[in-house]
């Protein structure tokens, strides 16, 4: 496996490298990264794996400094996992001028649900992810589906923009008891990590009614919010949606997904099921 940490080192190995698959990252790896990595490897005879943890997705006042690095173990992993490449650059290569051009999505995919909590997540998503996409020239790019809406967002960028890239999304990978996994769930303290599951079993609870016939999503929508909030969570949001494009659910042909995000103590959870 090749760390590579210019665009100019990788642009030169991915160029004789065939059909290549890019799974990007933030780092501090876990089993559902993991489970990207092994899809990337069926899709392309060339995984790259970028991490890069990207000031700007993060707000003011979110966790960019105390995002848990951990690089070494991590190329342990994905060596591992069979990837040929990791594209870690550092934030000067990235953004050697303060970033004046930016992805913009359209507020009605960005400023809904995460977008509506987070003011410019999605602008600094979409710009780093476009970015990667034009250093890497990627054939096929994995995501995992637990961040739904990013997942929404980059599929529509990559069409609009008519890039030559096949986006796949991955189903969430959660541990036994149901939690998604994800990087922010080392910042649990025990009782919350105990607690934390409620969010997926609520998100089951919707999906399953909504499966039998029923369509008051508002009802189900603020019981859910209830529980949670009488188990000591504070929700930001809980809501049926459209698939396509996460807007209100318009007919009963409409594939629908149910998702969240809840604060637990001081971690910041979010979660998601396709209905």
Known sequence: MQIHTTIASLRAARAN????????????????????MHEAV??????IASVFVNRLQFGPSEDFDRYP??????????????????FAPHEAEMYPQPQGYHVEPPPEQAGILEGAFRPGHFRGVATVVLKLFNVVAPNVAVFGKKDYQQLMVIRNMVQQLA?????????????????????????LTPAER?????????????ADAV???????????????????????QPDYLSVRRRADLQAPQSAADPL???????????????????
């Open 163 to 187: 890039l030559p890239i096949n986006v796949v999304g991955l189903d969430t990978i959660r541990a036994a008891d149901g939690l998604a996994l994800s990087s922010r769930n080392g910042y």
């Open 69 to 86: 690095r951990t690089f070494e173990a991590d190329c342990a992993r994905l060596q591992a996992a069979g990837v040929g490449h990791v």
């Open 211 to 233: 499966r039998q016939g029923q369509r008051d999503f508002a009802a189900l929508e603020a019981a859910a919010l209830t529980d949670l909030q009488q188990h000591g969570w």
């Open 42 to 47: 069926k899709q392309a005879g060339t995984v």
């Open 194 to 206: 105990a607690e934390a599951p409620r969010l997926h079993r609520q998100l089951a609870a919707i």
């Open 257 to 275: 997904a149910v998702l969240a995000a809840a604060r637990l103590g001081k971690t910041r959870l979010i979660d998601n099921l396709e209905i």
């Open 17 to 36: 490298a065939g059909k290549v698959a890019l799974v990007p990252t933030m780092g501090n790896l876990h089993d559902g990264h993991i489970a990207l």
